[in-house]
């Protein structure tokens, strides 16, 4: 990539300091209009970067000579994109009104959904469903976390309350069954691969709880557990009727699901017809991300402003800050979605590849973050790409008041401030983006997310890299699946583990 002649002029021209002088940019004529863009409910203000057209030019050719044009076709063909498992990306194919995928799906858990709000389905207590707790956690966790959040939370009440259990903790499953229904609750072990520990010790917790219950009697026709899975032998396996099974494709990426049935949550909660709203959005994204040219594509140009400060800047963290409490699981939801898709140091043909991906990504409600670690946003020796995302609905005066908050920390980091006493000058000069969504309707919410996925996909092109496998988070796992074995067994003196590693499995043991 290195000897590539278009990442060599990128690289020359990043050093220039003129690149990080927003005044000397903001001399650049138009420069407003040239770098905001909209697609039906996103407005994207990049004019805070730094950022010039000739550098737009050129990651604009990268883009092209990365094969960015075929590999977007590709993708919205079904063929193989992810190269490890010789998969399709199917999760567009699920938005899309033509395609059979979105009818199945939606068929599937639409009909799901009305047999259990009708009380056709009831639990195993014989009881009308009025809770659901989805167990799963990763893909199968934050996407629909992210959306319940977002969509059911001005409405004075959600159709079916949704809870959320991921990690493995028996405080938290205590809790949990403190504060439910039990006798109406449908429990949904929501897991693609149907063998994730965490999800399948939290099931059986949950199962345990239940059978010591009186009056717990599930049959075929009534069950208080369900499964989303891309594994549906396993979930039988296990004891799940099969008609309380929604299955899905291996195809759609655990973090690119929340369109598929794990999105049985957001059906309940939200509505079969905000369901639909979100699918729309994210299609409307999709035909964006396929159609438009790279100079005026939303997620592409994300991506290259994101590969721009990544690999010729050396900003190595971006912070993604929405400012809307109903947005605060997007920082987590993006946080996998980025790095656990480009986190690789392996280009598509298992090589090591000799440039940085996927930055370190963090952020939370923008409003709290402001009093938590903007501070170091100001003043802070380091830079760092920056995601600002507001809503436009004017329904309060709390809802201007986060705008403009929002708006004013933009300026601020751009502006600076001189003062005589240098300990309180703010240097400026510091990027950011805004993002506005027209409103926080299921169909913005749908082409948001699908504009992070397709910037994903975009930068994961330009890497040369796959970004629907994560080989990376196997290795933790087969560790903590050999101490436990070698603990249970006290077979510990046959572990080649470090002394430090010994040790503190020691101090755990003992
Ligand atoms: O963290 C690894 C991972 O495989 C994620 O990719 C996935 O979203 C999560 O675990 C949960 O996996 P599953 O849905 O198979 O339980």
Redesign the pocket.
Known sequence: MRNNPIWQQLTLHAQKTKLKDLSHLWQQPDRHNKLTFESKNIYLDLSKNWIDDEALNHLCELASQAGLKEAIKKLFNAEVVNTTDQLAATHTTLRDPAHPNHRNNTKALFSLADAVSTGQIKTAFGKQVKQLVNI???????GPRLVVESLTELQSESRIPVYFAASVDDSLINQLFQSIDIEHCLFCI???????V??LMNARAIQTKLKEISGYQPTQEQSSLMAI??NTKRAIEVGIPKCMVLPFDASV???F?LWSA?GFPIVLAAGKEQFQALLHGAHEMDLHFRNKPFTENIPVLMALMSIWYRNFMGLSAYSCLPYDARLRSLPKWLQ?LMM?STGKMHNVKGEVIDYPTTPWVFGDHGQLSQHAFFQAFHQGVDALPLDFIGVLEHNSPAQDFLLYNMIAQGAALMRGKEEDHSMKGCPGNKPSTTILLKDLSAESVGQLLAMYEHMIYTQSVIWNINCFD?PG??LG?SIARDIQEHVENNTLNEVALDPSTMALIKKVTE
């Open positions: 799963g956690i990763g893909g199968s966790y934050l929501s897991s693609k691969s149907f063998s994730t965490e999800t899975t891309a990426g655990g973090r699901s794990i996998q656990e994560q988070v196997e796992k």
